[in-house]
């Protein structure tokens, strides 16, 4: 199908449903609802013009599924986006908490060769400021093991890998301050109980993480 007939609503949505897919989160009308800040009624409409042009396919109970064609289309923008986040840090000497922004006004407009041209230019990178992994033209990825810091074993040592952050900018001013970073060493220390802080090393600082707040680092063992 030409990319033409799509419009930027469309594309944003098969994003969407990218983004749940890779990260193993249900795809569903309500969990689509809740990541695009949309109503169910909306997502219901757009499934159905996505279906009609054999992007997605409607499953039981409510869930979405991605064609091959859905899947490489909304890829196609999160690579774009992510592509750009790391071109707005190393060029433009954005900080990582103002990218996300910047990115989704531009990421529309990048074409297949703007896009690659960029990557080359990057030195094609794999993952975004944020530890996202940059898709491949196609749509796939290469991914970590992870699992959230608050899942972790006390003693152990950890590489954060990911940060999940949509577009919080505070948040992320916050772990910068705190040198959590993708690529930095955490030692999970001590976990409190009942849902209470972490004591961690971070590279060789001791912190203090809330709960809700480690549950947004996403870490491979080291």
């Not at 060029?91 to 703007?114: K, M, N, P």
Request: proline share 5%; aromatic share 6%; hydrophobic share 40%.
């Amino acid at each position: 199908m030409p990319e033409t007939t799509l419009t930027a609503a469309m594309i944003e949505y098969l994003a969407g449903l990218w983004k749940l897919e890779n990260r193993e989160q249900a795809m569903t009308t309500s969990a689509l609802a809740s990541y695009l800040q949309v109503s169910d009624t909306a997502v219901s409409r757009m499934t159905k013009r996505l279906a009609a042009v054999s992007l997605v396919t409607h499953l039981p109970h409510r869930q979405i599924g991605l064609t091959a064609e859905g899947r490489q289309q909304g890829g196609r923008l999160v690579r774009h986006h992510r592509l750009l986040e790391v071109f707005l840090i190393q060029v433009f000497g954005f900080t990582w908490d103002q990218v996300d922004v910047e990115a989704h006004r531009l990421e529309h407009g990048i074409s297949e060769v703007v896009g690659d041209r960029m990557e080359e230019i990057l030195g094609f990178p794999t993952h975004c400021p944020h530890g996202d992994p940059i898709p491949a033209k196609d749509g796939s990825i290469r991914g970590y093991q992870t699992r959230t810091l608050v899942a972790g074993e006390v003693g152990a040592a950890y590489t954060l890998r990911r940060v999940t952050h949509n577009g919080d900018a505070p948040l992320l001013r916050y772990l910068a301050e705190l040198g959590l970073r993708p690529g930095v060493r955490i030692t999970l220390q001590q976990r409190a109980p009942f849902r209470g802080p972490l004591h961690v090393v971070v590279g060789d600082q001791p912190q203090i993480i809330g709960h809700e707040v480690a549950s947004l680092l996403w870490v491979e063992q080291a």
